[in-house]
């Protein structure tokens, strides 16, 4: 069926660059805002989840947990349902209300040495709104985005909006190394943490104000104009067999297997690197950041090639590259990052040791730190640390830590292995807006698309570091594999091989109508 | 193609019993049974949002496609 906007042609293409720019400038804020809480977790925890209180640990655990699984769906539920009666204009941008307040409140609260355990119980409320938020936020611009756009043209269109979650990680870490590099290390761990979380007001400001002069949907507006929208968008979606088919098949067929891939793209390259390659921080970060960089261009690549051959084979294509190439790449990049392949210039070692005494108990801390050098420009530092009590005479057990600064030849090739993971993610992620809105109709669009992109995402995908980490603890607990680093990529091969062979067998080879 | 969408029923529901049992008795009990807790957390989203969502999700989809309601789909 042809589809008619019922705005004149002219009117539709002055406004739809101010379509897309409002809607994924909100969006991005929004990842920003989500991102921040996350990288700077460790200091967060320092602040308000003392680990020496167990309460406090397992509010801690809750706001991970909870935030990135549990309320995503329900603010997918809560806020696609308004979208659906209300409309999608009002919704995102209350959404992008609640997340700005949410994370300007979390940066201004007091930690836990000033107000005790009402600053986790604060901390755990507020990221729980910020998971609500958005939950909302996406489908309400991508539907919003894709009914502005013409028919041909919505991969493309909606694909900017894709840009934005991994244009979001990337301000962030680079607004928190920014902030860190700007002043002292005591500095940033007593206030300079808080300056992302309250940076975000000024940009939640600006935002809100661009899109509060945005016009409704024109394919909502008609709707409503016609008396076709839903009273009752969570019935419609989930209670009648022929809409709810699809929200399982999308979720299926689709958004499991891009949730895995995006988050073992983004998230678990960069925990591999520093948890398992033990890279320096800093490094990771840059390694990380270039690639996201030097990736995002190509979600909208991916996102007009899908309006040319159709959105299927593209994000099919995504996941079986990601199947069979994980373990390959996941193992070049520890072999670039392990000493054991590195010729060490024995002569340049260095090693440093100083003791040092605790004013306050008197106890004694040794801290020995050597240095290995290799012949492709690598240091590899290894700091072991040994207290001695007051009355002791010998020093505990040494706790052995240390990180390696990869050379540049191995930095440049560490950056184009996580490239080609971030380029499986803009497969699979570029044109799944665009996919999802094209499943569902108008009335119960923004409540069915936005449920099953959160659980695939929220669940799946967020799940993916905790997975991954058992199963390669598991391995290496059990000491029985050659490479048990690899383990944790199980996850997401798996899920991504079952939603492969559901999506071929059973989604749609054409591109829809969005009507 | 249909007969194959339709025979996969069977392997979808399969898959969503294996989940929920794997969830349940391999992850949840022990975690709920360690007396620690930061396992509390996972041991109740395993128990009551995944495994609801992999075993019921996938029961209801394989049903679907063994009565032949992806049939038209493609």
């Not at chain 1, 968008?233 to 067999?241: A, H, I, N, Y």
Request: glycine share 10%; charged share 15%.
């Amino acid at each position: 069926m042809q589809e008619t906007i019922p705005v004149d042609e002219t009117t539709r293409k002055k406004t739809l660059w101010k379509v897309i720019g409002a809607s994924s400038l909100g969006t991005l804020i929004e990842w920003y805002d989500f991102y921040i809480f996350g990288s700077l977790a460790i200091i967060i925890s320092t602040k308000f989840f003392p680990p020496d209180n167990p309460t406090a640990a397992f509010l801690s655990t809750l706001a991970t947990f909870a935030a990135g699984f549990v309320v995503r769906p329900f603010g997918a539920l809560f806020f696609g349902r308004l979208g659906d009666i209300i409309g999608r204009k009002y919704t995102f941008m209350v959404t992008l209300l609640v997340m700005g307040l949410a994370t300007c409140a979390i940066g201004l609260v007091p930690g836990y040495e000033t107000i005790g355990f009402a600053a986790p119980i604060i901390v755990l409320v507020l990221r729980l709104l910020q998971g609500l938020a958005l939950g909302g936020e996406y489908g309400g611009a991508a539907t919003y985005v894709a009914e502005y756009s013409e028919p041909g043209k919505r991969g493309y269109r909606t694909s900017w909006i894709q840009t934005t979650a991994t244009f979001g990680l990337f301000i962030s870490l680079a607004v928190i190394m920014l902030t860190k590099n700007s002043m002292s290390a005591e500095a940033f761990d007593e206030w300079g943490w808080r300056l992302p979380f309250l940076i975000s007001s000024v940009m939640v400001v600006v935002s809100y104000f661009i899109r509060r002069n945005m016009d409704e949907s024109p394919l909502f507006k008609k709707a409503k104009s016609e008396g076709n929208t839903s009273a009752n968008p969570l019935r419609e979606s989930f209670g009648k067999k022929y809409n709810f088919k699809f929200v399982l098949l999308a979720l299926f067929g689709a958004t499991m297997g891009q949730g895995v891939i995006w988050y073992t793209g983004q998230f678990y390259a960069l925990s591999f690197l520093q948890n398992v390659c033990k890279v320096d921080f800093d490094q990771t970060n840059y390694i990380i950041g270039a690639a996201l960089l030097a990736g995002t261009g190509f979600f909208v690549f991916f996102g007009w090639l899908s309006d040319k051959v159709g959105r299927k084979p593209i994000m099919l294509a995504g996941m079986l590259l990601a199947i069979l190439t994980y373990r390959p790449i996941f193992d070049r990049i520890y072999q670039l990052t392990d000493t054991g392949n590195k010729t060490e210039l024995v002569d340049q070692y260095t090693s440093r040791q100083h003791v040092e005494m605790d004013g306050d108990t008197g106890d004694s801390l040794r801290v020995t730190t050597m240095e290995r050098f290799y012949a492709d420009g690598s240091v590899h530092t290894a700091v072991e640390t040994e207290t001695k009590a007051v009355g002791q005479s010998q020093f505990s057990a040494p706790i052995a830590t240390g990180h390696i600064h990869v050379g540049s030849g191995a930095f440049a090739s560490l950056v184009l292995l996580v490239f080609v993971l971030v380029l499986y993610v803009t497969m699979v992620y570029g044109p799944i807006a665009a996919f999802l809105v094209e499943m569902f109709p108008v009335r119960i669009r923004y409540t069915s698309m936005s449920l099953p992109y959160h659980i695939g995402n929220g669940i799946f995908g967020g799940l993916l570091p905790a997975v991954a980490t058992y199963l390669v603890a598991k391995a290496q607990f059990t000491n029985s594999l050659e490479k048990p680093y690899l383990e944790g990529l199980w996850y997401p091969i798996i899920i991504a091989g079952v939603s492969f062979v559901i999506g071929l067998l059973y989604l749609r080879n054409k591109n829809q109508n969005v009507q | 193609m249909n007969t194959i969408k339709r025979i996969l029923g069977v392997v979808w529901i399969a898959l969503g019993v294996a989940a929920g049992y794997y969830l349940i008795v391999s992850q949840a009990i022990p975690q709920f049974s360690s007396g620690r807790s930061e396992d509390l957390v996972p041991a109740i989203i395993y128990t009551f949002i995944l495994m609801p969502i992999i075993t019921g999700g996938l029961c209801i989809f394989g049903w679907y496609a063994l009565q032949g309601e992806y049939d038209e789909v493609a």
